[in-house]
């Protein structure tokens, strides 16, 4: 999916007026892409994620709106400003927003009055972007932000790890859980970043997508939501064989660590001995949750 900072998508029937916007928009500076109908924005929205989407509505009967709220489903952040040059009463007003539009337009209107409600909604989105970034960032391990990957940092990860074992109680459905634990005291700090990176990107290469990985007392750890016994072995037994092979561990400064490295796996309800510090958070849940 293709992103862009501030890519405008134009949607509206009549080409005088997209080629209106188009010259408008594109003397401030912003990148425009047009669509002459529902069908035509469609094909756009598969193919790239833009900032905003101005488009035409249609009333009285509101075509549309189930598209756009849709489309908000699908890309949030992406700011929704709707046009009509009709007349809207409350119930209508309730509705248009109520669909996911993020403004409304009535026509006719300045194109300098357009620019302004423009610009807010790219203020809007770019807010609400360094709003998700700074929260990612205070879930992540510092270690791997850096590396553009998803790694959550040892106390969310335990959160994780509670909600997914409340979850699978609750629903008689299998958990695992993959810990593994690296012996990193004296290792040099340069070196101890070096493996922790590695490990970072050798995981999130090799599991699913659904499945969370994070932080876990100086090793890693792996929630593998409905995921049996058998199933956990197996990624287990790849893990392992995967940092074995894996060409920056045979290093002479990484070697040892990667030699005394331990990979273990617990299943819920298969078999569930877990070790600190999830153990206690396990024992304590199986008595909040009773059986059903």
Request: net charge negative; proline share 5%; with cysteine.
């Amino acid at each position: 999916m293709i992103q862009s900072e501030n890519s405008l998508l134009l949607v509206d029937p009549y080409q005088n007026l997209l080629h209106a916007y188009r010259i408008l928009f594109e003397q401030v500076g912003l990148p425009v892409e047009t669509a002459g109908n529902l069908e035509e924005a469609q094909r756009s929205l598969k193919d790239k994620e833009y900032a905003l989407v101005m488009a035409e509505l249609f009333l009285p009967d509101l075509k549309g709106l189930h598209f756009w709220q849709e489309t908000k489903i699908s890309y949030p952040e992406t700011y929704l400003i709707l046009m009509t040059d009709a007349q809207v009463d409350e119930e209508g007003y309730e509705r248009i927003f109520n669909s996911g539009a993020d403004d409304l337009i009535i026509k006719p209107f300045p194109p300098e009055k357009l620019l302004v409600h423009v610009r807010r909604g790219l203020q809007h989105r770019a807010s609400i972007l360094r709003q998700k970034k700074m929260a990612q960032l205070t879930l992540l391990d510092p270690i791997c932000v850096a590396q553009d990957l998803i790694i959550l940092n040892h106390d969310y990860f335990k959160r994780c790890f509670r909600q997914e074992m409340k979850r699978a109680r609750r629903h008689q459905d299998p958990l695992s859980l993959v810990i593994i634990k690296a012996e990193t005291v004296g290792l040099e700090r340069d070196g101890k970043k070096d493996f922790l990176t590695e490990m970072a990107q050798l995981l999130s290469r090799s599991t699913r997508e659904e499945d969370v990985i994070g932080r876990e007392n100086g090793g890693f750890g792996i929630l593998l939501y409905k995921t049996g016994h058998e199933g956990s072995r197996v990624l287990e037994q790849r893990l392992s064989n995967l940092i074995q092979n894996h060409r920056p561990f045979q290093s002479e400064r990484l070697q040892s660590l990667v030699e005394n490295l331990q990979i273990q796996s617990f299943t819920y309800p298969e078999q569930w001995k877990v070790p600190e510090p999830f153990s206690r958070i396990a024992s304590d849940l199986i008595q909040e949750i009773p059986f059903h």
